[in-house]
């Protein structure tokens, strides 16, 4: 049978703006050779092509994840789900800590992903002393959805040389109990300390999380994927060998972070688009603040309920600037994650200043998450032709913490994907997955909304249409990797990456967007997943 594969009898939305309508799409060699009507389409193959009748359901571009740690999806199905689905309460929590560490050797570490403590019935984080009385013989490590907090029990502590003695690390904070010992609850860089104790995974459990990520992404129409947190070279070993061998489920774009990778790679010539179709090297990575359910997002402002926190730096603001730089002169895209508006804000006078000192005519230079912005903030983004990666999915599951942090005055301003398409502001969709789930319906649903998983309305102004929705998660996607030529359009010429959906997304209720499953999610040209 010849390499090739005929979509007819659809409703494709091609996301080319010269023709963003059609009912077919023929594919040859891993490329769209035509796009339009059947006719067309079938012109462009031999008779004998293995053809999919479409029956009026949506096609699209293959979806594109610009942000989210595709390893850490695989590895965290490993661990203990915590979720707010199945856990009410910290005592459902400690409940599955001292079932887990009845099936394993005294020693071995227990983890788990995913609580939120704002839909936990204590209303906070657990405690080490809670995590001692179920498992005194375990290193415990758990980890809040947003990932930017932690709950470590008192051998997880130990082993990690933390004590009454030790300081707050720059950019984190070990909470403490009255008498000045930390209590288990871990703040950014302090939560890095203990996971320093934690045995690293094996180049073969790396590997095995990578495919692991690849089929969950598949079955969700997903075909490409930014990896935001490459940390070493094993890492990104894990991903090259699976390049090598040809066996990589999705597409992927990887962020070194700049410590401690930036040096290695600028020595060897290496920067941002080195790579190939299947694997290739992104943008620089860096943090500047943390998360608003933490209350580590650096704000202007500060939180409701204090008259001074404002949140967190991840580094002192001249030291991002300075970092920035030599990325930016290196030649590399620079993201950095940015969800308060004071760490939005520093950010752009980042870039501004780099760029002033080393004019670029493309940088693209991208604030992940970008989560709260307002008037001012979004016409410097405009002006800076700075790229968003963003996720209205953390809407979806943490409005509740969002608003209890934030405010009902300052919630206006999240997630402002209307604000940013109406301003001309590329913004691409992610879900920083394992933060929350790999799904993009999920997020879909929300831009489309702005409900939360209760149906609570969060700033409808900020709604955008489906189609917009569906542009975000393909071709503003391929756009904030430089991948604007080669994926998130369906023309001829494109690699033929496509997501097919079980029905008419024009024709499904809004608020049911989310539970919209994939049919078929077309990798290369070949059929990767079908449901």
């Known amino acids: 049978m010849p390499?090739?594969?005929?979509?007819?009898?659809?409703r494709v939305l091609t996301m080319d703006p010269a023709h963003p309508r059609a009912t077919a799409v023929a594919i040859r060699n891993g490329r769209i050779v035509a796009v339009g009507d059947d006719a067309t389409a079938r012109a462009a193959v031999p008779a004998a092509t293995e053809t999919i009748d479409l029956r009026g359901r949506t096609a699209t571009p293959g979806l594109y994840d610009a942000h989210a740690h595709p390893m850490m999806v695989g590895l965290s199905a490993l661990q203990?789900?915590?979720?707010?689905?199945?856990?009410?309460?910290?005592?459902?929590?400690?409940?599955?800590?001292?079932?887990?560490?009845?099936?394993?050797?005294?020693?071995?570490?227990i983890i788990g992903q995913g609580y939120d403590d704002a839909r936990l019935a204590e209303g906070r984080n657990p405690l080490a002393a809670e995590l001692d009385a179920v498992a005194p013989d375990h290193p415990v490590i758990l980890y809040r959805m947003c990932h930017h907090i932690g709950a470590a029990n008192a051998m997880a502590l130990r082993l990690a040389g933390v004590s009454a003695s030790t300081p707050d690390p720059d950019g984190g904070v070990f909470d403490r109990d009255p008498h000045g010992a930390p209590n288990g609850v871990l703040r950014?860089?302090?939560?890095?300390?203990?996971?320093?104790?934690?045995?690293?995974?094996?180049?073969?459990?790396?590997?095995?999380?990578?495919?692991?990520?690849?089929?969950?992404?598949?079955?969700?129409g997903v075909t490409s994927a930014v990896d935001a947190m490459i940390e070493n070279g094993a890492q990104f070993a894990a991903y090259q060998d699976l390049g090598n061998r040809g066996e990589l489920p999705l597409r992927f774009t990887v962020m070194p972070m700049i410590d401690p990778l930036l040096d290695p790679l600028s020595e060897l010539g290496l920067r941002t688009g080195f790579g190939d179709d299947w694997l290739?090297?992104?943008?620089?990575?860096?943090?500047?603040?943390?998360?608003?359910?933490?209350?580590?997002?650096?704000?202007?402002?500060?939180?409701?309920?204090?008259?001074?926190d404002l949140g967190l730096w991840m580094m002192e603001p001249e030291d991002l600037k300075a970092k920035v730089l030599r990325a930016h002169k290196a030649g590399f895209q620079v993201g950095i994650h940015a969800i308060g508006d004071a760490a939005i804000q520093l950010v752009l006078d980042a870039y501004k200043e780099a760029q002033q000192a080393d004019p670029r005519p493309d940088a693209r230079h991208r604030i992940e998450h970008c989560s709260i912005v307002d008037d001012h903030l979004l016409a410097r983004i405009a002006e800076q032709n700075v790229v968003v990666t963003t996720g209205t999915s953390f809407l979806y599951h943490f409005r509740e913490a969002y608003t209890r942090n934030l405010g009902e005055w300052r919630m206006r301003g999240s997630v402002a994907m209307r604000s940013f398409i109406d301003r001309g502001i590329v913004a691409a969709a992610s879900t920083d997955a394992p933060v929350v789930g790999v799904s993009a319906m999920v997020g879909i649903q929300t831009m489309v909304t702005r409900?939360?998983?209760?149906?609570?309305?969060?700033?409808?102004?900020?709604?955008?249409?489906?189609?917009?929705?569906?542009?975000?998660?393909?071709?503003?996607?391929?756009?904030a990797s430089f991948d604007e030529h080669r994926k998130g359009m369906l023309k001829p010429g494109m690699l033929a990456d496509v997501t097919v959906f079980e029905t008419d997304?024009?024709?499904?209720?809004?608020?049911?967007?989310?539970?919209?499953k994939i049919d078929h999610t077309i990798s290369d040209g070949r059929v990767a997943y079908s449901r």
């Open 3 to 10: 390499d090739g594969l005929l979509l007819i009898n659809g």
């Open 505 to 516: 997304l024009h024709a499904v209720e809004p608020d049911s967007l989310a539970t919209v």
């Open 280 to 308: 290739r090297i992104g943008g620089a990575k860096l943090f500047s603040d943390g998360s608003i359910g933490g209350r580590t997002a650096r704000m202007l402002l500060p939180y409701e309920d204090s008259e001074a």
């Open 188 to 220: 950014e860089t302090a939560m890095a300390i203990v996971q320093q104790a934690v045995p690293n995974p094996t180049h073969e459990e790396m590997v095995a999380a990578i495919r692991a990520a690849g089929a969950s992404y598949l079955a969700t």
């Open 451 to 479: 409900k939360d998983y209760a149906g609570v309305l969060i700033n409808p102004d900020e709604c955008i249409s489906l189609d917009e929705a569906l542009h975000a998660y393909t071709a503003a996607g391929a756009y």
């Open 80 to 109: 203990l789900d915590l979720s707010p689905e199945t856990n009410s309460s910290i005592a459902d929590i400690t409940a599955r800590v001292a079932a887990k560490s009845a099936t394993l050797p005294k020693g071995t570490w």
